[in-house]
């Protein structure tokens, strides 16, 4: 792959399981010099403002209320404490690994209210989506999502129009782009000179990808390839987009890191606005200001490593996370930290 | 004030802090050297542990058999033959009987195999509501079965890394159960070790022995390294691996090296006599994928490194609370 590159090229890992795959299989020890790989705003705990982390957390203190979460948002800190800490003093939150689940939470039980927290891309917004209609369906008064889904290209194009940034090239996001297919990426080589390939989880699927960005960068020839055809379509899932289409319209969304961009939000129509949460218990998302020192968003930007960070290994570990890059498993910060905080193991062949 | 989370009790290095804290309350004997068990004056060995599985009844075993499996495990890897068991019952108001009962005879069975005795114990049913259905804590003393104490410190540079079975083979069935995943051919390993591990006692470069229980493989071999001041390195290519195991982690997206084992071992053990080791262990049934993964190291002392299947290589760490499912 290094004589496939006659400079140094900065490529961004667009999605969380990525970066964490890439530390877990060791790869980066494998890696040329001239490939700068930096992680980007594929975690969908750590795109997720402060604003939004703490109307979550309001929840958790409610009356009568089960709040409903994937795992990783349960030690995310707000300007509030974490939901594992209300967990703590009692507030009822459940650990779900689908909305499926949170479903199940509430129609097992109707005299108590759940929300789910449905956070993520175009991977979970349609399993979202059908709940929701499922909801719908059974008329379920006690049931409710805090929607902070979010969509993938368009803070792709808010990083390849920034002229800081910098990229030359994505590795573009498996799980995401089985649902939306090829399409909404075509802009990124058409309108910025952006290589692009798709990429699945395994490294061989990974180093595949770069050597096909390389290529591309020499060639100068950027296109959007996919190297993950064993589960993308070229289409996508019309199903899942079509579901999504029902319960969901494109809207304004915060990204911690990448500030206000525009339709980039999953927000739920109006004839569904009796299952969102903020509606119905009338809350507000307001913005707060990221904890002082925290770098998250310039990571979520690939401006700097996880160690340029004043708080990284420091006052912000694992253990005790201040950004939200440090608490998921698919944080760059919590990968670095977990895999590299100490440097690289040096091997004797 | 800081409050207890899930994650203090997961194994990992919230874990170690807790203990710290407690054990910094007490005087502190130099019996409790960190090790699974303490071995006392005249030749015996003492441990206590509680379980609180959910569920309590899962492929492979239930809470009885853990709770004898356990405790006479945390006795057998420091080479402790178990004789004696006290065993504390903590069940919720409401708790079937009968259930309670299909517990205590697998725990039964279990000491029966062993020939360890119960010998006392305590009961207490709390009002509904105030524990997960039952708790069991059992505390178990043995006879030590070697001259030499066991223990990390023992550990020398070029000595073998040996895993007696695949890792993860515990945690992954549990975290299928709860998490809803069915997957063919997954059952934990819950297992009494003594039987296994008694054997390879007579191998005069045993160095230590530890079961691979909360925080997995990864947590043995970074508690290793790190009293030892040495380095260990091991193979992802030699690990003997489950794939229903790997497979609930690749889902979960959780580190299968964090997945506890109930019925695993890591050993190490001086190069010289490995092969006689994994040999000795492979005569057992409980052992017969046995296979030497690593070695201990003079480079990067408190570091645990793995070279991975596509030949890159990265640090191994302890997990750090409670596992938690990703999003996508």
């Known amino acids: ?349 | 004030m800081e409050r207890l989370s899930i994650g203090h009790g997961a194994g990992g290095s919230l874990t170690q802090e807790l203990i710290s804290l407690i054990t910094g309350r007490f005087d502190g004997s130099p019996l409790a050297d960190g090790e699974d068990c303490a071995i006392l004056p005249g030749g015996y060995a003492m441990t206590i542990d509680g379980y609180t599985v959910s569920p309590l009844s899962f492929d492979g075993g239930d809470i009885g058999k853990l709770s004898v499996c356990g405790s006479t495990n945390d006795l057998s890897v420091r080479g402790v033959k178990p004789l004696y068991m006290a065993l504390g019952v903590i069940a919720e108001e409401g708790f079937p009987i009968g259930e309670l009962m299909e517990y205590m005879e697998s725990a039964a069975a279990v000491c029966r195999s062993l020939g360890v005795q119960l010998v006392t114990g305590d009961t207490k049913v709390v009002p509904r509501g105030q524990a997960d259905g039952l708790f069991l804590s059992t505390c178990c003393i043995g006879r030590v079965n070697r001259k030499d104490q066991l223990g990390a410190l023992n550990m020398r540079p070029g000595d073998t890394i040996i895993i007696t079975c695949p890792p993860g083979l515990h945690g992954a069935t549990i975290a299928a159960r709860r998490y809803g995943l069915k997957v063919r051919g997954l059952s934990s390993d819950c297992a009494a070790l003594w039987p296994l591990l008694e054997n390879i006692l007579p191998v005069n470069g045993l160095r230590c022995m530890r079961d691979c229980t909360r925080g997995g493989l990864a947590t043995v071999l970074c508690e290793w390294s790190e009293r030892a001041g040495l380095g260990i390195e091991i193979d992802e290519t030699l690990v003997p691996w489950n794939e229903a195991a790997l497979s609930v982690c690749d889902i979960l997206g959780f580190e299968p090296l964090h997945m506890a084992g109930e019925g695993c071992a890591a050993v190490a053990v001086a190069e010289e006599e490995a092969q006689e080791t994994v040999g000795l262990l492979r005569k057992h049934f409980l052992g017969k994928s046995a296979s030497v993964i690593g070695r201990v190291t003079e480079e990067h002392p408190g570091l645990v490194g793995i070279r991975t299947r596509s030949g890159g290589t990265r640090l191994v760490d302890k997990p750090v609370g409670e596992l938690l499912p990703r999003i996508c």
């Open chain 1, 1 to 349: 792959m290094g004589e496939l590159t006659d400079r140094p090229i900065k490529v961004m890992e667009v999605c969380g399981t990525h970066t964490v795959s890439i530390f877990r299989q060791g790869l980066r020890a494998l890696f040329p010099p001239n490939v700068a790989l930096v992680s980007g705003p594929g975690c969908p705990v750590c795109v997720t403002s402060q604003g939004e982390i703490d109307a979550a957390l309001s929840l958790a203190g409610r009356a009568n209320t089960t709040v409903a979460t994937y795992g990783a948002m349960l030690r995310v800190p707000g300007t509030e404490p974490t939901l594992a800490e209300e967990r703590s003093r009692g507030a009822d939150v459940r650990v779900v690994t689908s909305a499926d689940q949170a479903l199940s939470l509430a129609m097992d039980d109707r005299t108590r209210t759940v929300v789910f927290l449905a956070v993520g891309f175009e991977t979970t917004a349609p399993a979202t989506a059908s709940v929701v209609l499922d909801a719908c369906r059974e008329d379920l008064d006690n049931f409710m999502i805090l929607n902070l889904h979010k969509s993938v290209p368009p803070a792709l194009e808010t990083l390849a129009s920034d002229p800081e940034v910098k990229l030359e090239a994505f590795l573009l996001p498996g799980h995401v782009s089985v649902i939306t297919g090829l399409e909404p990426y075509r802009f990124l080589p058409e309108r910025y000179g952006i290589a692009c390939a798709v990429a699945g989880f395994e490294a061989e699927e990974i180093m595949a990808a770069l050597v096909e960005v390389a290529r591309q960068i020499r060639e100068k020839r950027p296109r959007v390839a996919s190297l993950y055809s064993r589960a993308v379509r070229p289409q996508g899932n019309a199903t899942a987009r079509s579901v999504m289409g029902k319960v969901f319209a494109l809207d304004d969304a915060t990204w911690r890191g990448l500030g206000i961009i525009t339709s980039s939000g999953y927000s739920l129509r109006e004839e569904f606005t009796r299952f969102d949460a903020l509606e119905r218990l009338g809350l507000t998302i307001k913005e707060a200001p990221p904890p002082a020192g925290c770098m998250c968003g310039e990571v979520l930007k690939g401006l700097i490593d996880p160690p340029a960070c004043a708080l990284f290994g420091r006052s912000c570990t694992p253990a005790h996370p201040i950004g939200p890059c440090m608490v998921s498993t698919e944080g760059s910060c919590a990968a670095y930290y977990r895999f590299r905080q100490r440097g690289n193991v040096n091997w004797r062949d």
